[in-house]
């Protein structure tokens, strides 16, 4: 697992250095370790890697160097005490969920969750026998703490939703979830730790798809989970047995005792779920994340500083019928988002116009630097109309319900010149 360092330094000289320190003639930018396994001198030296009586590695599924260097600069942007990658943003959330739950336990989530996400826990953990309950991403107090059960296990959230870009108010949902006695989980991927660190509101494990503005770059797909190390797993044995009583796979290991509150959520879910699941990053993938990681404190600043000026320009402009941005005064979420986000949320801004899907249509044809593509937080600007694209096989009145109206247009506004985009979209807002 990846080990925090240099927490002392500021956010964007740990963009750069956190997670490898090479040592006297080591390679300055960190190695691909390409390799299944390691070697050892003799079967003694082995079998205490496999009780985890010693750290180290023995089999890339486990644990590899490079990706520990790139978790361990993941864990320190966040403010974290450890921190493992996945092979993708989807396997990050089961992970983080899954290792606090078994069949026949509970989790609270906001329903303003990714769409992927919301199919995981609603048909794929359901057949696992794990139940949800959804509530408003502004649910009252009084409706979180009716959503809990003796069986729930832990709270979920998304800080700024994909798609719907609600902000989640985190320090109340961590409130909640601490006076039942379970952890909160947080997926962090549209601000970054950048914009936004939920570990210093209160969350207790966060998560990302590094797919998104961490690579930056749409080359790779991958996942990223990161444990406070705060949460007391012992003050609430009786929720989280699989943290205080002994794992029998490794002859008896307690995780919460062998490797502390710091060690032992990211031990346990590489240890248990990583064994048996194998959803592991390449190494060659996690040193294109790490490239990526190395300019994200400059390319979020751009995306914020263009996401801005291009809403700015939707709501101003007569064909635009409706703007959603967290940082415009219009929105809903406005003062949350300034709460938890005074630098800015993301890139991403959605709005409709008037003529609805037609003109959505007509509209996207037009555009030439934005291009059609169901990816988001890139540095190219991208765009999609969900109802003809993710959410094609909805009718209108479905879509409504789900809050991706059918003149919804997603637009994630990249780190070109803001000047060329906004006269691209005004180019096109021209022809409808
Ligand atoms: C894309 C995304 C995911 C899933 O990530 P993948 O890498 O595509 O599996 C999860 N959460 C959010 C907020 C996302 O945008």
Redesign the pocket.
């Known amino acids: 697992m990846g080990i925090m360092t240099k927490k002392e330094q500021r956010i964007g000289t740990r963009c750069i250095h956190a997670g490898y320190e090479p040592t006297n003639g080591q390679p300055r930018q960190i190695p691909i370790i390409q390799s299944t396994t390691f070697k050892y001198d003799t079967s003694e030296d082995m079998g205490k890697l496999f009780d985890l009586e010693v750290a180290g590695y023995f089999y890339t599924r486990l644990q590899n160097p490079t990706n520990d260097f790139v978790a361990a600069k993941i864990a320190s942007l966040e403010g974290g005490a450890a921190g493992m990658l996945t092979s993708?943003?989807?396997?990050?959330?089961f992970f983080s969920t899954f290792n606090l739950c078994s069949g026949g336990d509970h989790i609270v989530a906001s329903s303003a969750?990714?769409g992927?996400?919301f199919n995981l826990f609603n048909v794929t953990m359901r057949r696992m026998g794990i139940d949800f309950t959804f509530v408003a991403p502004d649910a009252t107090d009084d409706e979180l703490h009716a959503a809990v059960r003796p069986n729930t296990k832990a709270f979920f959230g998304?800080t700024v939703?994909?798609p719907a870009l609600a902000v989640l108010d985190i320090e109340r949902f961590a409130k909640v979830a601490h006076e039942h006695g379970v952890p909160l989980v947080v997926?962090n991927?549209?601000p970054t730790p950048i914009n936004c660190r939920p570990i210093e509101w209160g969350a207790d494990i966060v998560?990302h798809?590094?797919?998104?503005y961490m690579d930056g770059h749409g080359t790779c797909?991958?996942?990223a989970i990161v444990d406070a190390g705060k949460f007391d797993w012992f003050a609430h044995a009786d929720k989280f047995p699989g943290f205080t009583t002994p794992d029998e796979s490794y002859h008896g290991i307690v995780y919460a005792e062998k490797f502390g509150l710091e060690g032992a959520f990211i031990t346990k879910a590489t240890a248990q779920l990583m064994r048996d699941l194998g959803s592991i990053p390449s190494p060659h993938n996690s040193f294109l994340l790490n490239m990526g990681l190395e300019s994200l404190h400059v390319r979020m600043e751009r995306h914020c500083a263009n996401g801005l000026a291009v809403a700015q320009f939707l709501e101003a402009n007569d064909k635009v019928a409706w703007v959603n941005y967290p940082g415009l005064p219009s929105s809903p979420y406005y003062s949350l988002a300034k709460k938890y986000m005074p630098n800015g949320s993301c890139g991403v801004v959605s709005f409709g116009l008037h003529g609805g899907r037609k003109a959505a249509e007509a509209f996207m044809k037009e555009l030439k630097v934005a291009t059609i593509a169901t990816h988001?937080?890139d540095a190219r600007s991208c765009i999609l109309h969900p109802a003809n694209a993710t959410h094609r096989q909805l009718t209108d009145e479905e879509l409504v319900a789900c809050g991706v109206g059918p003149d919804l247009i997603r637009l994630s506004v990249g780190i070109e010149d803001v000047r060329d985009i906004i006269e691209d979209v005004e180019n096109a807002l021209k022809t409808v």
């Open positions: 993708s943003g989807q396997a990050a959330s969750i990714y992927g996400t998304e939703a994909n997926d991927t549209f998560t798809a590094t797919t998104k797909v991958g996942g988001v937080a």
